[in-house]
């Protein structure tokens, strides 16, 4: 059964505070605040990592080292064993996480989340004061 596990003791670890745009570099940032996203999941980097057919492992049950109330994490495999990549356009740990910040905004799961809130929001607006009336 062991011999069915890939062995994802090699491969690059990213943790969503890797990517996210509300942390500091001393919270753990890798990338540039403009090019970084807002609070990503372990879910949204794992399925970016699917679209960009580079075999991934999601780890639910580790922790940030800085931050152990930021639950886990993913690995991820660039190259094969014979040196070749699997994605010709990611090189390094940095393109990962450049394209993988790029890509999260964009989620199924975050459009889903975001439309019925601004379409509730928009016909909700009435015409007139609102609240009690005085006596």
């Known amino acids: 059964m062991d011999a069915a596990l890939p062995n994802t ?5 990213l943790y969503p505070i890797y990517i996210n745009s509300k942390k500091t570099i001393t919270e753990g940032r890798r990338i540039n605040t403009t090019k970084a996203c807002e609070n990503p999941t372990c879910v949204e980097i794992g399925d970016c990592c699917n679209y960009l057919k ?3 492992v999601i780890e639910i049950d580790k922790a940030y080292p800085r931050d152990f109330m930021q639950r886990g994490r993913v690995r991820v495999l660039l190259k094969k064993e014979d040196g ?3 994605n010709l356009a990611i090189t390094s740990r940095k393109q990962l996480m450049l394209q993988i910040a790029e890509m999260v905004p964009r989620h ?3 459009t ?3 439309e019925p809130a601004s379409t509730s929001t928009a016909g909700s607006t009435k015409s007139g004061k609102g609240g009690k009336k005085k006596k």
Do not use: A, D, E
Request: a positive charge.
């Open 84 to 86: 070749t990549l699997y």
């Open 108 to 110: 199924h799961g975050r």
């Open 112 to 114: 889903k989340k975001q």
């Open 9 to 13: 003791k090699k491969w690059i670890v």
């Open 54 to 56: 580079l075999p991934s």
